[in-house]
């Protein structure tokens, strides 16, 4: 059975960096893609992009381009996803999800979900 | 960019109710669209994937529909741990949500 688990909570300064990882069990890395997801306080879901590991292909939500980078690491089964020049409007809980393709364009759903990992940015 | 609009925002209903939620593309998008299921502070869960297909471990007293640029959550009858908030999600191009409903007990 797929599982995601999220580093912990963070808390950040504006202009700052922030470093969530997605660590998961099995072959995850191998056979889905990995998408990220964030939510604001009080707001809906926002997809970030994402990267498939096998062939680090990544993308990324234009709203986020050149801010954002996803990276895994196989050796010890764990995806990241890095927020650059961070400011109080990217406070928000960030998921790590799976889709179970290795294509962007099959379009798939999200299927299992990481726990979430709270990231309030604040002087 | 797709732009996904839920109706409505929010509804009341009670136990044993049949629920109607809406979801609309800015254009068509084919059978890519999926329904996920949030409550407080929990991840979503998916529901249905590809509009009509029921995701493993689901009940079955809920239902997509729809193709194109209209799409249809139907939950035949309501119960008590199905108040939460749903959102539709296109993977047409990129990977846009919907605002979201969310189910409140009348």
């Known amino acids: 059975q797929v599982q995601l688990v999220q580093s912990g909570a963070e808390v950040k300064k504006p202009g700052s960096s922030v470093k969530v990882s997605c660590k998961a069990s099995?072959?995850?890395?191998?056979?889905?893609?990995i998408t990220w997801v964030r939510q604001a306080p009080g707001q809906g879901l926002e997809w970030m992009g994402g990267?498939?590991?096998?062939?680090?292909?990544?993308k990324d939500a234009q709203k986020f381009q050149g801010r954002v980078t996803f990276s895994t690491d196989e050796s010890t089964r764990t995806a990241y996803m890095e927020l650059n020049s961070l400011r109080s409007e990217d406070t928000a809980v960030y998921y790590c999800?799976?889709?179970?393709?290795?294509?962007?364009?099959?379009?798939?759903?999200?299927?299992?979900w990481g726990q979430g990992t709270t990231v309030t940015v604040s002087s | 960019d797709i732009q996904m609009t839920q109706s409505p925002s929010s509804l009341s209903a009670s136990v044993g109710d049949r629920v109607t939620l809406s979801c609309r593309a800015s254009?068509?998008?084919?059978?890519?669209l999926h329904w996920y299921q949030q409550k407080p502070g929990m991840a979503p869960k998916l529901l249905i994937y590809?509009?009509?297909s029921l995701q493993s471990g689901v009940p079955s007293r809920f239902s997509g529909s729809g193709s194109g640029t209209d799409f249809t959550l139907t939950i035949s009858s309501l119960q008590p741990e199905d108040f939460a908030t749903y959102y539709c999600?296109?993977?047409?191009?990129?990977?846009?949500f919907g605002q979201g409903t969310k189910v409140e007990f009348k």
């Open positions: 590809i509009a009509s």
């Open positions: 999800a799976t889709e179970p393709r290795l294509n962007w364009n099959d379009g798939y759903a999200m299927d299992v």
């Open positions: 254009q068509n998008i084919g059978s890519y």
């Open positions: 990267i498939i590991p096998v062939f680090r292909e990544t």
């Open positions: 999600q296109q993977t047409y191009s990129g990977r846009t």
């Open positions: 099995g072959d995850t890395l191998r056979s889905n893609i």
